[in-house]
């Protein structure tokens, strides 16, 4: 069937399959796709970006000293720096390490290639199956195209079930050698302590056993639904494939055996219907018996052919259900269990960086192009400016670790514009309130608990200091709710409240430096 179609339509069909290829590969390498269109389309004869960029000799009025068309090339070439600190690389490392997931990786193009052809090869497998069956009384040119798609159809959900339980079988079973060590630890610990995402600090779980860190970042509920759902779903094509080849093989035989039988019926009669004087004449009785032998030679032939269909047929269920098993194979060895080790493996160059210092390497890769493009930039408006022979001389002499720079100061102040205006609206809403208790006077309040005064109602400085350091105390390792309560304050206390954790940090690391000095002294 399928072999058909790509004889009538094969330009068509290859175009298809090429662009099905093609979007996969563009896909995988999108990234490096977009940074080498980015250099190459900068630096391309005559309508490149940077000769157009060039020709932009107007300078910013922010009294930055920026040129727009310099802004634009980092801004540009800033999308690929990859801008994390070491605490954001360590961070993002230790999730994958408890989450289990160290050294695992996205599904490489090679085996999505391999999957491909497996779905053309199943759909070329299931057309000649479903030809004649799809719809029945239909032309045959509309039984094969409907042949062909309902083919692709099952092929493709096939690929989807087997990787996704494939997947499912990795994170279920992480998730239940997690519990068997619980179990066996006597559950002296939570099975599950808190919930770890990528965002919260991975030193909070840092005392607790690894079943414990394994199921906060991956989590407790192990589920096969979609393995089972599989499972039918294959058996179900592999035992109604191989029923549909056997019936149409039992179909085909038994067709062929009336017709063999029909042509010794009538090479008998026409034998019987000769008369050359009655002579040499087989009696009835004996052609009887040689038509019987023939017949049953017919039958036993087809019997032959059909314990041969039989057995083909059952090979091909088993490689089916093989190349299923395959598939959830692949869906098992690759991939991730963590609910955020997708996004942390991403943001660690997905598998390329193993230490910090990669990530430098990395990033001062891309630093260098933009700064080499920047420079190029600089030499070609200088030159435009010289050609046009107008106005004072430019010096353009930014550097792209400059915008870096200011792009960083830019995005610190936005956040720090976004801190204030909390605390405006939160101070605002406490005064709203503070009106309506006087508005209503006769109401008595309920007795509440008693908590560290709230450093917006507190008049002396020293004094809310110490209660924002109190309240930072009394939140623990709750790093989250410390920002929170961080972006409340005003910015004076947030300023003093930084400088107190400084100096604690910094007295920690003398008294630590001064310990280790004295014990080494003493051994």
Same mark, same amino acid.
């Given at each position: 069937?399928?072999?058909?179609?790509? =004889?009538?339509?094969?330009?068509?069909?290859?175009?298809?399959?090429?662009?099905?290829?093609?979007?996969? /590969?563009?896909?995988?390498?999108?990234?490096?796709?977009?940074?080498?269109?980015?250099?190459?389309?900068?630096?391309?004869?005559?309508?490149?970006?940077?000769?157009?960029?060039?020709?932009?000799?107007?300078?910013?009025?922010?009294?930055?000293?920026?040129?727009?068309?310099?802004?634009?090339?980092?801004?540009?070439?800033?999308?690929?720096?990859?801008?994390?600190?070491?605490?954001?690389?360590?961070?993002?490392?230790?999730?994958?390490?408890?989450?289990?997931?160290?050294?695992?990786?996205?599904?490489?193009?090679?085996?999505?290639?391999?999957?491909?052809?497996?779905?053309?090869?199943?759909?070329?497998?299931?057309?000649?199956?479903?030809?004649?069956?799809?719809?029945?009384?239909?032309?045959?040119?509309?039984?094969?195209?409907?042949?062909?798609?309902?083919?692709?159809?099952?092929?493709?959900?096939?690929?989807?079930?087997? =990787?996704?339980?494939?997947?499912?079988?990795? /994170?279920?079973?992480?998730?239940?050698?997690?519990?068997?060590?619980?179990?066996?630890?006597?559950?002296?610990?939570?099975?599950?302590?808190?919930?770890?995402?990528?965002?919260?600090?991975?030193?909070?779980?840092?005392?607790?056993?690894?079943?414990?860190? !394994?199921?906060?970042?991956?989590?407790?509920?192990?589920?096969? !639904? #979609?393995?089972?759902?599989?499972?039918?779903? /294959?058996?179900?094509?592999?035992?109604?494939?191989?029923?549909?080849?056997?019936?149409?093989?039992?179909?085909?035989?038994?067709?062929? #055996?009336?017709?063999?039988?029909?042509?010794?019926?009538?090479?008998?009669?026409?034998?019987?219907?000769?008369?050359?004087?009655?002579?040499?004449?087989?009696?009835?009785?004996?052609?009887?018996?040689?038509?019987?032998?023939?017949?049953?030679?017919?039958?036993?032939? &087809?019997?032959?052919?059909? =314990?041969?269909?039989?057995?083909?047929?059952?090979?091909?269920?088993?490689?089916?259900?093989?190349?299923?098993?395959?598939?959830?194979?692949?869906?098992?060895?690759?991939?991730? &269990?963590?609910?955020?080790?997708?996004?942390?493996?991403?943001?660690?160059?997905?598998?390329?960086?193993?230490?910090?210092?990669? /990530?430098?390497?990395?990033?001062?890769?891309?630093?260098?192009?933009?700064?080499?493009?920047?420079?190029?930039?600089?030499?070609?408006?200088?030159?435009?400016?010289?050609?046009?022979?107008?106005? #004072?001389?430019?010096?353009?002499?930014?550097?792209?670790?400059?915008?870096?720079?200011?792009?960083?100061?830019?995005?610190?102040?936005?956040?720090?514009?976004?801190?204030? &205006?909390?605390?405006?609206?939160?101070?605002?809403?406490?005064?709203?309130?503070?009106?309506?208790?006087?508005?209503?006077?006769? !109401?008595?309040?309920?007795?509440?608990?008693? #908590?560290?005064?709230?450093?917006?109602?507190?008049?002396?400085?020293?004094?809310?200091?110490?209660?924002?350091?109190?309240?930072?105390?009394?939140?623990?390792?709750?790093?989250?709710?410390?920002?929170?309560?961080?972006?409340?304050?005003?910015?004076?206390?947030?300023?003093?409240?930084?400088?107190?954790?400084?100096?604690?940090?910094?007295?920690?690391?003398? &008294?630590?430096?001064?310990?280790?000095?004295?014990?080494?002294?003493?051994?």
């Amino acid at each position: 069937m399928l072999s058909d179609l790509i =004889h009538t339509y094969p330009v068509l069909l290859w175009t298809l399959v090429y662009t099905l290829i093609a979007a996969l /590969v563009i896909s995988l390498l999108w990234d490096k796709l977009k940074w080498w269109w980015l250099n190459t389309w900068y630096v391309f004869p005559a309508i490149g970006k940077l000769n157009s960029l060039s020709k932009d000799l107007h300078q910013l009025q922010d009294g930055s000293g920026w040129f727009k068309s310099e802004r634009t090339l980092c801004q540009d070439y800033k999308t690929f720096v990859q801008v994390q600190s070491e605490n954001d690389f360590e961070q993002r490392m230790t999730y994958l390490h408890k989450a289990g997931d160290n050294g695992r990786s996205l599904t490489p193009l090679a085996i999505w290639v391999l999957v491909i052809g497996f779905v053309f090869i199943e759909a070329q497998g299931f057309s000649y199956v479903l030809a004649g069956y799809t719809v029945p009384g239909a032309s045959e040119t509309t039984q094969k195209y409907a042949a062909v798609g309902i083919a692709f159809i099952v092929s493709a959900l096939c690929v989807l079930l087997t =990787h996704f339980a494939g997947h499912e079988l990795y /994170v279920s079973m992480k998730i239940k050698r997690a519990r068997k060590d619980w179990i066996e630890d006597g559950g002296k610990s939570k099975l599950r302590s808190r919930s770890m995402p990528l965002t919260a600090p991975q030193h909070l779980d840092d005392d607790q056993p690894e079943y414990t860190q !394994v199921s906060n970042r991956v989590g407790t509920d192990a589920s096969f !639904v #979609v393995a089972w759902a599989t499972l039918a779903f /294959v058996l179900m094509i592999a035992i109604g494939a191989t029923y549909v080849r056997v019936q149409s093989a039992n179909k085909l035989m038994g067709d062929i #055996v009336t017709t063999q039988k029909a042509e010794l019926r009538e090479r008998g009669s026409a034998a019987a219907g000769l008369d050359l004087a009655k002579q040499n004449v087989i009696p009835e009785a004996d052609g009887k018996q040689s038509q019987d032998a023939d017949g049953k030679a017919v039958d036993e032939a &087809a019997q032959y052919d059909l =314990h041969g269909y039989w057995v083909t047929f059952f090979i091909l269920a088993v490689l089916f259900v093989f190349l299923q098993a395959l598939g959830v194979f692949f869906g098992y060895r690759w991939g991730f &269990a963590g609910e955020n080790s997708k996004a942390a493996f991403k943001a660690l160059g997905k598998g390329r960086f193993l230490t910090y210092g990669d /990530v430098r390497s990395a990033s001062q890769q891309y630093i260098d192009k933009a700064q080499t493009q920047l420079e190029n930039l600089h030499q070609r408006m200088i030159q435009r400016h010289a050609e046009q022979g107008n106005g #004072v001389a430019i010096h353009p002499n930014k550097s792209f670790l400059e915008f870096l720079d200011v792009t960083e100061q830019q995005d610190t102040a936005y956040r720090k514009k976004k801190r204030d &205006a909390r605390h405006t609206e939160q101070s605002q809403a406490d005064e709203d309130l503070e009106i309506a208790k006087q508005r209503s006077p006769r !109401v008595t309040p309920a007795p509440a608990a008693v #908590v560290a005064p709230a450093p917006a109602h507190v008049t002396d400085d020293d004094a809310q200091l110490d209660a924002a350091l109190h309240q930072l105390d009394q939140l623990g390792e709750d790093a989250k709710a410390k920002l929170a309560f961080l972006d409340t304050l005003s910015e004076t206390l947030y300023d003093a409240v930084k400088a107190e954790l400084q100096q604690r940090k910094q007295a920690k690391q003398s &008294a630590t430096k001064r310990r280790a000095a004295e014990m080494e002294d003493l051994l």
